[in-house]
T-cell receptor, first 108, second 112 residues
Framework: KNEVEQSPQNLTAQEGEFITINCSYS?????LHWLQQHPGGGIVSLFM???GKKKHGRLIATINIQEKHSSLHITASHPRDSAVYIC??????????FGKGTHLIIQP | SAVISQKPSRDICQRGTSLTIQCQVD?????MFWYRQQPGQSLTLIAT?????????ESGFVIDKFPISRPNLTFSTLTVSNMSPEDSSIYLC?????????FGPGTRLTVT
């Protein structure tokens, strides 16, 4: 079974700062997801990656398959980015295995 | 993209009773899943809901406790049986599309 580790567990930053959240996993995967969960529980899919890099607005996600590692970056962070960010991996046709999440707070 | 709805959104149940949660997807997804999020924790996969056949359960979850049905491509149910306070969690339905994973809004269950 895949072990998914995220760091940091908690992160507080000032508005405008560049944010990096890291995710590592133990077993080869078919895809990696970055998810965002706001207070109240709703989960939004930010990215699905199998290789390389994706960008959407101020969010950038990268993955290194050989090193079994992915990063989520937020540029020009804003208080509305405050949420829990979750890394999740898929092996084959299985459901997702989730990291514990990174609690991000952006202070004005 | 797919939109997933769940019913009920929340419920308070007495121990020993059962609750059935419904999940409806507005378009076809290749796979449907059920997840649990215990208080303060991340998500855990309960099972993959297979159309017309028995669900595939993850270690630690059994059919007698969490029976699942998926009669067609866009609908599934999860029943939480013989509930105890330890079953108090958010239960989420998920669907796998071609390019992303979709999640329902969750069902917040409290067992007293």
């Amino acid at each position: 079974k895949n072990e998914v580790e995220q760091s940091p567990q908690n992160l507080t930053a000032q508005e405008g700062e560049f944010i990096t959240i890291n995710c590592s996993y133990s077993v080869g995967i078919s895809a990696l997801h970055w998810l965002q969960q706001h207070p109240g529980g709703g989960i939004v899919s930010l990215f699905m990656l199998s290789s390389g890099k994706k960008k959407h607005g101020r969010l950038i996600a990268t993955i290194n398959i050989q090193e079994k590692h992915s990063s989520l970056h937020i540029t020009a962070s804003h208080p509305r980015d405050s949420a829990v960010y979750i890394c999740a991996v898929r092996g084959g046709a299985d459901g997702l295995t989730f990291g514990k999440g990174t609690h991000l707070i952006i202070q004005p | 993209s797919a939109v997933i709805s769940q019913k009920p959104s929340r419920d308070i149940c007495q121990r020993g009773t059962s609750l059935t949660i419904q999940c409806q997807v507005d378009s076809q997804v290749t796979m449907m899943f059920w997840y649990r999020q215990q208080p303060g924790q991340s998500l855990t996969l309960i099972a993959t809901a297979n159309q017309g056949s028995e669900a595939t359960y993850e270690s630690g979850f059994v059919i007698d406790k969490f029976p699942i049905s998926r009669p067609n491509l866009t609908f599934s149910t999860l029943t939480v049986s013989n509930m105890s306070p330890e079953d108090s969690s958010i239960y989420l339905c998920g669907g796998q599309g071609a390019y992303e994973q979709y999640f329902g809004p969750g069902t917040r269950l409290t067992v007293t």
